[in-house]
């Protein structure tokens, strides 16, 4: 399908009009998860990490979450813990969707007892469907993050647990916005209007990776563009626009 | 520890390959973080950067070639397809083929940040990544259908060393790269594929290699992979 401003703008239209937006989130202490598991420890760095952000590991085996003295650990443990992070995210306005997968075949394969002559090493155990998660604002309404923050992974490594963080403790912005005009979704797309592409928007807040600095975190419009012409190389774009501006900024005001 | 990294970002003719905006930034943020973490432990390190100039006009440079022939590991970044059951990595003109008489010498890993290392439907064996009796880097990484092109997504480069300096496998460390980049809805799915004489073999060089075990080049005799 040739990408053209209407494939955006009538989603663009029906949300900007259907409420007004979300507040700025300003990123504050404390910790979400330091709060939720007191046995997480943080991976040492030399960097300046935002709260919320780094890299972990924990030991399963010190925690009352599962004390059946199996060595490796499962399944049904990474599982507990992610619910354990999920109930402890309610508390702090959010609802975090842990993503966590086991790697049986590759962390337990060992050469020699298995005579598949297939190479792939296998289908891995994974949380179930990966969902949204969501700031819950005062209002009432529930904002899905769309960036590659606002999230907790955990993966299973031998008898531990390694993870990410990438989840920012935040107070809500007592900032009137409003949305920004369609003309900054229309600067961001214009280079791609024309060629053959699908387009799936997506609106929400915008967090960055744990190893990123971030002071706010903003409504967002992200737009993915994946190219649909057999002709030519496959192509898949990552567009974010910046959703509100403070009051007083009139420059791109819808 | 010889690294080579590369990117080609604008193409000729641009409407056979539309411009990557951010194909500098994954290879170029490995490179900086992985030198700032092999700085730190003392390993001795070279870079090298090969960029449209040498991912030329129908083929490599000498310059680049000699780069990517005398590196541990080599990290590129460009459009990708599969043609038929062939990788092609496509230059600012033409396009360059990885698999076609590889040399002795080269990288024992190999990351190729493009959109089709294989497509979904392939399975690496059925394509000239696995060839009797070529040389190959004992480790490829890519993507199995497309790879995104954003500035988040392109921090995926500096993930991938971050958990490779944590003791992570390289395909561990690649996997975990994508998924830190990107939310779970959007996910591109990373493969990775690792070579060796005997299937056995390579998977064995896919659950084991690190920067604390690192792997030699190898054949591509037969290969093991995994996506994510």
Known sequence: MRLEAGAVAGWFGELTASAPPPDL???????????????VHEMPTLEVRDPGCYLFFLDPLS????????????????????????????ESRRRIVVD???????????SGDDDRDEGSLGELQASPVAEDSFVLLRDGRSVPSVGPGGRVTLEARGTLITGTSSVRPFVQADQPASWVAFDAVLDELAPFLGIEAELTPRFGYYEYPWTDRQTVIRPTFVLVLESSDATQYRSKWVLTVPATLPTGDDSRRR | MDVTVGWCSAFDPSWVATRLFWASRPPALCFYHLGQYLATVAVPTTGRAILDEDLGVGGLSPAADAAIAGSDLVYLSSHGRLDGNTYRFRLRTGEWT???????????VLVLDTCDLVTPAVTPKNTTWRQ?????????????????????ASKRGRMFAEHLATGLTYAKAWFRAIRDTQPP??????IAIGFGPTVIDARHTLRTASLTNPPTRTVADECAWQRR
């Open chain 1, 25 to 39: 989130l300003v990123v504050a202490a404390p910790d979400l998860v330091d709060r939720a598991l007191d046995f």
């Open chain 2, 185 to 190: 809805q959007q996910r591109d799915k990373g």
């Open chain 1, 63 to 90: 925690s009352t979450v599962d004390d059946r003295g199996d060595d490796r650990v499962d399944a049904q443990t990474l599982a507990a813990f992610a619910r354990r992070i999920t109930i402890s995210a309610n």
């Open chain 1, 100 to 110: 966590w997968d086991l790697d049986n075949d590759l962390d337990t394969y060992d």
């Open chain 2, 98 to 108: 990885p698999t076609h008489a590889p040399p002795a010498g080269g990288p024992a």
């Open chain 2, 132 to 152: 009797a009796g070529q040389w190959s880097p004992a480790i490829v990484l890519g993507f199995s259908g497309p790879a995104s092109d954003g500035f988040d």
